[in-house]
C-alpha cells in the first residue's frame, strides 16, 4: 500500500483528534503506529486510552508547559530529541503510520527548522502514512503533502471561558 502526507493545521479545534481517530482505524485494521507528540507530557485522556493498542506507540517530547517565547533549554533538547526519535522511525521502515503531533508548533517556536520538518517527508519510505499536526503549517508543507485539513475555528466556548474539560478536550 502506497503511503501518502496528511497535514492537520489551523486555528480550530480538532488537529490532534484527528491524528488520533486515524491511529485508532489504522491500529484496528492492523497497521502499526508511531505517535510522536512535541510539546506535550502527561497523561492525557487520548494517551490513556491509546495504552490498549497493542500496535500503537506514543512518545512525548515535551516538559509539559505551554510555550510562549522562547523555549526552554529542555524544551529545545526534548524537541530535537523527538525529531532524531521520529526521524529513526521513519527510516526503520517498521510502522505503517507515523505521527509528528504538534510539529508544525515546533516549528514555529524554532524547536525545529523547516528543513528539519521537511526532511521527515524526504525521509518517509513510500509505504509510510506520514501525518503532521500542529496550528501554523508553513507553506512549504503545504504545497508538498498529498492532503491537506485546515481546522477553522468559527465559535468556540472558551471564549466564554469554559476551560479544557477531561475527556472532551484534555
Same mark, same amino acid.
Not at 116 to 138: F, K, N, Q, S, Y
Given at each position: 500500500?502506497?503511503?501518502? $502526507?496528511?497535514?492537520?493545521? *489551523?486555528?480550530?479545534?480538532?488537529?490532534?483528534?484527528?491524528?488520533?481517530?486515524?491511529?485508532?482505524?489504522?491500529?484496528?485494521?492492523?497497521?502499526?503506529?508511531?505517535?510522536?507528540?512535541?510539546?506535550?507530557?502527561?497523561?492525557?485522556?487520548?494517551?490513556?486510552?491509546?495504552?490498549?493498542? &497493542?500496535?500503537?506507540?506514543?512518545?512525548?517530547?515535551?516538559?509539559?508547559?505551554?510555550?510562549?517565547?522562547?523555549?526552554?533549554?529542555?524544551?529545545?533538547?526534548? *524537541?530535537? &530529541?523527538?525529531?532524531?526519535?521520529?526521524?529513526?522511525?521513519?527510516?526503520?521502515?517498521?510502522?505503517?503510520?507515523?505521527?509528528?503531533?504538534?510539529?508544525? $508548533?515546533?516549528?514555529?517556536?524554532?524547536?525545529?527548522?523547516?528543513?528539519?520538518?521537511?526532511?521527515?517527508?524526504?525521509?518517509?519510505?513510500?509505504?509510510?502514512?506520514?501525518?503532521?499536526?500542529?496550528? *501554523?503549517?508553513?507553506?512549504?508543507?503545504?504545497?508538498?503533502?498529498?492532503?491537506?485539513?485546515?481546522?477553522?475555528?468559527?465559535?468556540?466556548?472558551?471564549?466564554?471561558?469554559?476551560?479544557?474539560? $477531561?475527556?472532551?478536550?484534555?
Amino acid at each position: 500500500m502506497k503511503g501518502y $502526507v496528511q497535514v492537520y493545521t *489551523g486555528n480550530g479545534k480538532g488537529k490532534t483528534t484527528a491524528s488520533i481517530g486515524l491511529a485508532v482505524r489504522a491500529a484496528g485494521a492492523g497497521l502499526k503506529v508511531f505517535i510522536g507528540q512535541f510539546l506535550k507530557q502527561g497523561d492525557y485522556s487520548e494517551i490513556k486510552s491509546l495504552k490498549k493498542y &497493542e500496535n500503537i506507540t506514543v512518545e512525548q517530547y515535551g516538559k509539559g508547559r505551554f510555550v510562549k517565547g522562547k523555549p526552554s533549554t529542555d524544551e529545545l533538547q526534548s *524537541g530535537k &530529541e523527538g525529531y532524531h526519535r521520529i526521524l529513526d522511525i521513519l527510516r526503520s521502515g517498521n510502522h505503517d503510520l507515523v505521527i509528528a503531533e504538534e510539529a508544525n $508548533v515546533a516549528v514555529m517556536c524554532n524547536i525545529i527548522s523547516e528543513d528539519e520538518l521537511m526532511e521527515l517527508l524526504v525521509t518517509r519510505p513510500d509505504h509510510v502514512e506520514l501525518v503532521i499536526t500542529g496550528r *501554523g503549517a508553513p507553506a512549504c508543507l503545504l504545497e508538498k503533502a498529498d492532503l491537506v485539513t485546515e481546522m477553522k475555528e468559527v465559535k468556540h466556548y472558551y471564549a466564554k471561558g469554559v476551560a479544557a474539560r $477531561v475527556g472532551i478536550e484534555k
